[in-house]
Each structure stands twice: as C-alpha cells, then as structure tokens.
C-alpha cells in the first residue's frame, strides 16, 4: 500500500470513528426521552481499481420493528380506554356505601319497614308518623344524591370529552408538524431519525386518547385515521366537540365531528373511546337501576296510602299527578268522598259511580253539586278536593274504584294520598304536606260500609290496617322490570337495593382489575421496545471506548505517514 493509500485510508477511519463518537454520545444525551431510539452508523468499503481505500458513513439512524410500533398503538389505546372508569365508579360505588351500613339505601328501606310495624301498633302516634315520614325522607334524599352523584360524573366526563378532543387535536398538528419537516429530508440522518422517533412517540400519544389507525407512504408521510376519516394528511383535519352545560338524566349530548360530519359511533377505544361509553352507557345503566328502584318503590307505597284517609281527615286534598278538565276518566266502580267532623264521623256521603263520569270536569262538577266539598282545577294542572266550610274534612275511600290502563284506585290515579311525589330517584320527594303536618300520614282506611250514614263513624282513632300493609309490603316481592344490565327479577325492594349496590360494586372491582391488566400490557410492550431499540448506557460507554481507540490508531496512522512523507520529502531534496 503506498503512503497516500494508507493516509486516505486512515483519514476516512478518522472521520468514521467521529461520526461514532458523535452518535454515541447523541445516544446517552437522549437515553432518558421518551421514545427514542438508539441510533447506529452504517459504513461501506470505500474501494479504487479494486483496493480497499477506507471506509465511508452511509446512514446514521435506528431500524425499529413496525409491527411491534403497531402493537404498542394498539395496547396505548386498550390501556386510555381502561384507565377511564376506575375512579368515576369508584366515586359512585363510595355514595353507595357497603351492604349493612346505617347508610346504605338497603338499610334505609329497612329502617322505613321497621318504623312501619312499630306505627302498626300504635297507630294513633304522631310521633311514630313523624319516625315513619323522616325514615321515608331519608330514602329519598338517598336516591337524590346517588343520582346527583352519577349526573355528577356524567358531567365531569363529558367535560374530560372536550378537554381530551383538545389534546387529540394538538398531537394531530404535532404529528403534521414532524411530516412536514421530514419532508425531503434524507431518511439515513440523525435528524430524521429523531424525528421520526418523536412522530412514533405522538402516535402513541394520540392513540392512547382515540382509537385512530395509521400508515407511513413512500415519502416518509404519516396519515391518520379515524375510522374512514382522514384527520392528518395534507392538512389536519381537527375535531370538534361542544359539552353541555349542567347534566341530568334527560340531558341530550351533541356529537364529536370533523369538518362537520358526525363520528362518534367511529370511537370506540382509547380515553376518549371510554369517555362516552361512561357517559352514555355505564352511568346511565346505574341510573336506571336507580330509577326503577325509585319508581317501584313510590308506586307500591302510593298504592297502599291511596287506600287509606287520615284521622279525622285533611282539610283538602290535591293531586301529585297534573291533569285537565278535559282530560278522560275511564273507570268502573264507586268511589266514596265523605265529608268528616273532626271526630270521623261522617257529615255527608257522596258515592260517586265512576261510570257515569266521562272526564275530569265531570268529576269537578260532580263534587261541587254537594253541599260540603268543593273540587278546584288549579292553574298548575293540579286538583284539589277540598272542605267546603271549617267544621269538616276530607276521606276518601276506595270502594271498588277502578281508574285507567293500570286499574289503579281512584285516590291512587290522582295521587292525592302520595308518600312520594317524583317521576324518577332524581325528584323523587316526600310529600311536604305530611312532613308540615305528620298526622296527615294515613295508617288507616275509611268505611266501606254500605250502609254508612250520616254520623256514622267513617274512620276511628288508632286505625292501623294501611300501616300494617304498608308494613307487610316491604317484605314481598316486588316485579322489576330489566334495567342497566339487571334481569327482571321478582324481589323485595330491600333486596333490590343490594343487588344495585352489589353490581355497582362489581363493575368498580371488573374496572380496576381491567386497568391493571392493560396498563401492564402496555407498559411491557414498551419495556420491550425500549430494551431492543432503546438506550444502554453501558454498551453505549463501550462503544465510545472503541470508537476513541481507534480514533486514537488512526491519528497514529496519519502522523506516522506525515511523518514518512516529510522523510522522503527531505531525501528528495
């Protein structure tokens, strides 16, 4: 080898073994960012008339496996979608409480039974009615704020929508952000190799958030997509939500889109993936179960104190339920309103044949044609029975009254004798009147004697038998209807709220250990990731040895032939 060859040869190893350092050293400053990758060198024979004249650097950059990138998307999208319902039905499982607590809804049903058949005994106690109605107040201010507390959670979630659609969007632009700059860019540089990592990081990222699918074309360009929308191309297509404002159970919430089209039925993974499922599916399933409790409940109670009239009586009675005079009245049987003293005698008897009355002014006109009660449909759809003068009160009794699709009696159609008033566990509420004035709670039915006349007892001190029924009730089976993933199922309406509770606490359980379960996942596929492509510090101080000594054996090379030039040089001369 001539002196020349052998300085070129040592000068391209010189500028090798730099271009090693350099790439070596770039690897251990970025060991600790989060999706790089360690870059390597490629180098060729550099060869003249067929002998070796050193070597050259022909890319400098990282080789990663895209399937397993892939891989890791996919697990980042498992894993946000997860990770969403851990804490909001941990939140909700919480107002629940634990089966047997004093607070627990089951309790509180139990407690209301209990009170029940102490009133059952002593039935002429004000007292004991004002233990009843406060043990039925706790049960609706119970459902309430489970209620509020799942409506609560519906609303953080829908405002983590819009907040996780911002992240989404920002990471879209980043992602264009990195194409554009790897836009003609030699793919077998540093640079580009670096920004490719930080674009398969961003990947990650966004897949983490939506469930987006992806591919990289022959120009190093990255396109993303959301179903069958694009969102990054040749321009970032950004989606846009609007998050409602106070949420309730009827709340209507308004789509994601891009550029105006709906896709929300597109998303289905990743932390916005679960999001909406939390907030229209998994939260309203427990409200309904809620709902049905609450609903089944009012109407067994309602059933029973409709039957019954207080002693000696109210001085009017109004509906809970709205209606209009022109409203029809289908029903059969009789119905008897009494006008009472304050001894419970009767003043005047007034058996209505429900046959004969077609509509509600019907059963106005009917009523105001006696001399002692008077009927009023009130500007707010309501209509009150009431006691024409002072001296007297208002009963109502049953007979074998039938009114509408659901046979229900009459004082129970109109709802004048509600526990609860409500449509749903939301507003569901104790009727205000009995909470003013607790001996208007009716443990007792009136008189359904043919035969009763005027000054006949219609309703006696210490009657019991709607007490002792409503007492009895709490313990049978009641039918539910499906609801929130719970079967129809015939059961007590203690039982019930248990098995909400039980199925609450269920889903919270299956939450957690589906969150732990991703995240591993995904937590080992990048540990894998980052053992095969990642930094290692030590192999990387090694190299940085080698590359310095033969650095070192290069400069050698170069001095010792400057060094036998100059000789030669000087022999010449």
């Known amino acids: 080898m001539s002196i020349r060859a052998a300085q070129t040869a040592a000068l391209s190893a010189l500028q090798a073994s730099q271009a090693g350092i350099a790439v070596a050293s770039n690897n251990i400053a970025n060991a600790s960012v989060e999706g790089y990758t360690a870059k390597t060198q490629s180098l060729a024979t ?27 998307s996919s697990s980042a999208t498992d894993s946000g979608y997860a990770d969403v319902f851990t804490d909001p039905l941990t939140t909700v499982s919480s107002a629940f409480g634990t089966v047997g607590e004093d607070d627990s809804l089951a309790t509180l049903i ?37 209620s509020e507390t799942v409506q609560s959670e519906r609303g953080n979630a829908d405002q983590k929508i819009d907040e996780t659609v911002e992240q989404v969007n920002n990471l879209l ?58 969102l990054v191309g040749s321009q970032v297509n950004e989606l846009s939500y609007t998050p409602s404002g106070a949420v309730s159970a009827d709340t209507t919430f308004g789509d994601i889109t891009v550029n105006g089209k709906a896709v929300t039925s597109s998303i289905d993974g990743g932390t916005l993936g679960g999001l909406i499922e939390l907030r229209d599916e998994t939260l309203p399933d427990i409200q309904d ?63 209505i044949d429900l046959s004969t009355i077609s509509t509600v002014q019907d059963l106005v006109d009917t009523i105001n044609a006696s001399s002692n009660l008077t009927a009023t449909l009130n500007t707010d759809g309501t209509l009150t029975i009431a006691a ?41 509420s104790l009727n205000s009147a009995w909470r003013d004035n607790p001996s208007l709670l ?11 006349a005027v000054g006949d007892s219609v309703i006696a001190v210490g009657s019991a038998d709607v007490a002792t029924s409503l007492s009895a009730m709490f313990d049978e089976n009641q039918s539910f209807s499906a609801a929130g993933g719970m079967g129809a199922t015939s059961s007590s309406l203690s039982n019930y709220a248990s098995e909400i509770l039980s199925d609450v606490a269920r889903q919270t359980s299956d939450a957690q250990t589906n969150a732990d379960v991703a995240d591993a996942a995904y937590s ?7 053992n095969q492509y990642g930094v290692n510090l030590d192999e990387e101080a090694l190299t940085l040895t080698n590359l310095e000594s033969a650095y070192s054996a290069a400069a050698s090379v170069i001095d010792i032939t400057k060094s036998m030039m100059d000789t030669l040089l000087e022999m010449v001369q």
Do not use: H, W
């Open 46 to 72: 550099n060869t003249l008339a067929g002998a070796t004249t050193g070597v050259n650097v022909t890319a400098t950059g990282a080789t990663v496996d895209n399937y397993l990138l892939k891989s890791i």
């Open 110 to 146: 139990t407690d209301l039974e209990t009170s029940l058949a102490t009133l059952a005994s002593n039935a002429s106690s004000t007292s004991q009615k004002s233990l009843v109605l406060a043990d039925a107040e706790d049960i609706s201010d119970s459902l309430n704020n489970l």
């Open 173 to 230: 632009y980043q992602i264009q952000s990195y194409n554009e700059q790897l836009t003609g860019m030699d793919t077998g540089t540093v640079a580009a190799s670096e920004l490719t990592d930080a674009r398969n990081q961003a990947i990650n990222d966004l897949s983490e958030l939506v469930n987006v699918t992806y591919f990289t074309d022959s120009t190093n360009q990255t396109q993303i997509y959301l179903g069958g929308t694009q």
């Open 289 to 351: 179960q809620l709902d049905n409790l609450a609903v089944t409940l009012m109407d067994s109670v309602n059933a029973i104190t409709n039957l019954g009239t207080a002693y000696p009586g109210a001085d009017e009675l109004t509906s809970s339920q709205d209606v209009a005079a022109g409203d029809a009245v289908s029903g059969t049987g009789t119905v008897r309103l009494v006008a009472t003293d304050d001894n419970g005698d009767a003043a005047e008897i007034l058996d």
């Open 388 to 428: 024409a003068n002072d001296d007297v009160n208002v009963a109502i009794v049953n007979m074998d009254a039938v009114i509408g699709d659901d046979d229900q009696g009459f004082s129970d159609y109109f709802g004048f004798n509600d526990m609860f008033t409500g449509t749903s566990a939301a507003d569901m």
């Open 442 to 452: 009716p443990s007792g039915s009136g008189s359904s004697d043919s035969a009763l």
């Open 524 to 530: 080992d596929l990048v540990e894998s990731f980052s």
